[in-house]
């Protein structure tokens, strides 16, 4: 049984409390928040878990073999890097951390000490981004050609991080895991539009080897949620859409017509879609329970995760990137 | 009774004959097309008008008041100068030329003959951009922050022009009439996927004064089409999906909410929009009619169009602002 | 060439003369209508088309071989019988007339004199319900168990007839096409919200041998139009949007589950659908013009058309049978 | 503090356990359910709550002021009875009972000894089914005309009951809450697909007085799940859709057309909405949460509650005799 305990109880941490709660080899022993009210709330719905102000509590504790981090980006590196100190393998929530080189600082101390270093790349565990990777690696799909994503939200500023820092990591990390090259340069442009508070919205552009290029589309002040990625192939392309409850994933046969034909080109313009359409029912389990499973097996069986810190370092430096790009008015930056 | 002839039948030149047809002070008189497969066609359709392959015929002709060119972009110039010098008012399909230089020679030879030259910037005459342009005017959108557009195709390389002079050139005639500033600046990306053919998707940012920002995403080879446009103001933000047939425009009532508080931002979290929603019933009469009736009138009244020459040149500047950006891999071009 | 009159130049007049004109080996030779201004715009659009108010014109007319007719339903059995005695094949709008006994006269008139009558059943001439008469046909579709439609519209009386034989006709028609076997029973119910009008919404349900059910909702009142159709088998299921522009038709892979489990319970309540999905593109070619086409192929074969009179009949008995149920408040009645 | 216990914890006995925890005022000491695998989850999420396999434990525990049964439909009845002789509130799961007779008397013992007996219609406590009424009462609405729900599953059967039971009471027992009249007769016909199952398909028309119809479309062998409703009204109209996340209550502005001019359909038919569109956002608070909160408040001041005992066993009538009219295909039943 792996002692769990969490640190941060606020818009993420009670999935993690949830999700570790209900795999049957984790157990949660204590919850750190800095806010009496938050902990006042893990009592009342789990009255055998212990609750703390102090994260110190946790790293003592010889019970806990792990600590998951859902708190402020800024904070992410000292409370890592005190869990691995104290040996507790570490979760944390994405992005990794606030630069590149507190990244390979956490990376290098979990593998001085043989911990388990997992960011918590939440997508990588969904059922709809595994089926656009086994379909991706088929065949019929034919080379890839470009990745399309765009990620808005509702009014909400949230966070001590840009709007890449917050949206955009989730399709790097997507990106990451189903393609199988990774981007060469990064073009990125965007505003802030609240006084003293970061970009609000930015458009990034990635540049791969292979004639292959991404764009990721950020917003933080759209009236409508918006989550639809589009990834084209040779042969076949596929329409994400994680908000769609029964059709998330759909894949399309389909070619290119090269053609001044009026003909031909009114058949196209005046059509919808191209070629057959089919939908796989994908798996529904929620991600973040799959995560805190496949987190505590990588523990027992001493094995790296599929997110690895590695994993949140690469993202750190395109994003590092991408800011750098975005200061230059969407001048490429080569990573 | 405006005579009217129409040079290029091939997909958008059957449009312009029906509505000129359809417009009661109107008359066509003539089409030309290379093809002769095409002229029979038009002879089957409309028994009393006269076919030709060459377009000097309809410039001889004294009872042609007036000539709409639906032609590829390389010829645009040569036969709307031939058509302005021999007196005929001119409509021409967007892009207005292949360079600003020419769309300034077209303009300027207008101008000395005292001649309509009106671009088919088709959008511009839709019910659903005349009722976005006026929700924007009103004070209760505030000061407008971003525009942001998506129209991807399927499949289809389609002419002598790169994605952007084929797609985006309706955005940018689109924010050219509802906004009441222009860019400054242009970054754009994209990559062509088909050897020796233009770029077949793009990514651009204009930059403007006031904290603007507007992004036009542009693809031939999208499995589905998309046409949808976001546009935030300060109070309102209006989401246009150009291929929803009943709710086309949707303004939403909103705010921002910069806070750190788990609950706010659970509550935004798992929201899927902000405020009401109006839809408000838009004119649904064709464009391409009102625009046919409106060159007539503008004939007729000697008045300026509402997309004159000028607006033409300014989106071709844009664009080839555009294409150097894009060579450059994003560096930011000043207008 | 086959010499085609129209009669009846209102809502579907023109698009029967548009895709007779469209068709290659008819002629459309003269429109009918009671209208003057509805003929001046014929004659504006079709220079070389004769009009007249009357009839009879058309029936003496040895040029014209066919009659179209697009008119009230209270008047196709006298256009039609004089049509067919003065010797002219007829294409008749749905519903074929007003009472099973003129349905029947009309056939027996046409197999007399050896005629083609065609009712214009128009959505068997789709490619959607045609791609889903070969999907219910094969085998992999089970035994069919339900057919059941929505079919709703915005706010118009506009017949002299009730909402059945407005709308219900046209599920009626798809179902005879589509189905291999015929009600035995009919029970419906309906009102009328507007005084001395008849029934603007209706409920039908048809019995059929063999445990399989059909439900129709027809409405004239409704805020939304809805173009619905589920179509059960026991191992497939159909959805058929006609509203929708690129998913019309959707074949859903699916099995029952029979059970009191919790954990099935909630896995199934919680899911959106059952099994792979599977959209076919289908045939976009407009119907009313297959439809032509396979009318003037019909009169140069002598071949009984996919939907000759008999089927009109049929349907009309049925609409029968629902008026009588629909007065005695839902009573089954016996076909 | 309300002590609470729960009967039954299958598919909906969780959420009752989850929202009495969640309410402020309530505890719940003790879930009794007949499955020990069952149970053994309880304690596992809750530790500090008692379990059994027997309910008399629940009734003779002085702790518990009230019972929340969730258990099949037949067994409502001699567990509610029991927990009311033994003087603890009763919520009931949909619907009531099996019988009215039982119903009645259930009502009676409630009456008798002075006890809250809440039965469990969740919908009436949705934001957007309050939203619904509200709209419904404003004079803007005009009278209403119609409510047509279709409430249709995925291959699931489950009950002990049919499917008007299961899926239909909700219709009903929002049809109560939002109308102002009350059915006086109904037609209902269905079927089974499965051998000694329950009817897994039906269609109620419901009638009232004041030219008002009510219909009812239930399926548990449906492809997709759908929960759309339509209210029409003579001055507006609505479309309320359970499950679309942004806009669950669309406002139609609307008139109706009473005409034969041509021009006047063709517009009509070929548009899709009519008027201006409203979508108000409703409420989002999980509708079971309010409930027990409700529940509780109404004990606290000897309340009745909005759904009592009463509209249960209205809905139970009315059920009885759509059964009824089901067998006699269709043949309405008075109330």
Request: include cysteine; glycine fraction near 6%; charged fraction near 25%.
């Amino acid at each position: 049984m792996l002692g769990v305990g969490v640190i941060g109880y606020g818009y993420w941490g009670p999935n993690l409390v949830r999700n570790f709660f209900a795999d049957t080899g984790s157990k949660v022993l204590a919850v750190c928040d800095r806010s009496p009210e938050r902990l006042a709330e893990v009592g009342r719905l789990y009255p055998g878990v212990a609750t703390t102000t102090d994260p110190a509590e946790l790293f003592r504790n010889p019970q806990i073999d792990a600590v998951a981090i859902a708190t402020p980006v800024a904070t992410h590196f000292q409370l890592a890097m005190d869990a691995l100190r104290a040996g507790k393998h570490v979760l944390v929530e994405k992005p990794i951390a606030s630069t590149s080189s507190e990244a390979a600082q956490m990376i290098d101390e979990a593998a001085r000490r043989d911990l388990v270093l997992l960011v918590d790349h939440t997508f990588v565990f969904t059922g709809a981004v595994n089926k656009i990777r086994e379909v991706m690696r088929d065949e019929s799909f034919g080379r890839l050609q470009y990745y399309d994503s765009t990620r808005v939200n509702l009014g909400l500023f949230q966070h001590d991080v840009n709007v890449m820092w917050d949206l955009a990591v989730h399709d790097l990390s997507i990106m990451a895991y189903v393609m199988e090259s990774h981007p060469v340069g990064v073009s990125a442009t965007g505003l802030s539009h609240v006084p003293n508070q970061p970009a609000n919205l930015a458009f990034l552009t990635c540049f791969f080897a292979d004639n292959i290029i991404a764009h990721i589309n950020v917003n933080w002040l759209s009236p409508v949620k918006i989550r639809r990625t589009l990834v084209g192939g040779s042969k076949r392309m596929i329409v994400y859409d994680d908000l769609e409850t029964s059709e998330k994933v759909k894949i399309y046969d389909k070619g290119i017509t090269v053609t001044e034909t009026p003909d031909d080109i009114r058949k196209l313009l005046i059509s919808y879609r191209t070629g057959d359409l089919w939908s796989p029912k994908v798996n529904e389990t929620e991600a973040l329970r799959l995560e805190a499973t496949h987190f505590r097996k990588c523990i027992e069986k001493k094995e790296k995760p599929i997110t690895p810190g590695e994993a949140g370092l690469a993202i750190v430096k395109l994003l590092e990137a991408a800011d750098e790009s975005m200061k230059r008015r969407g001048e490429a930056i080569t990573i």
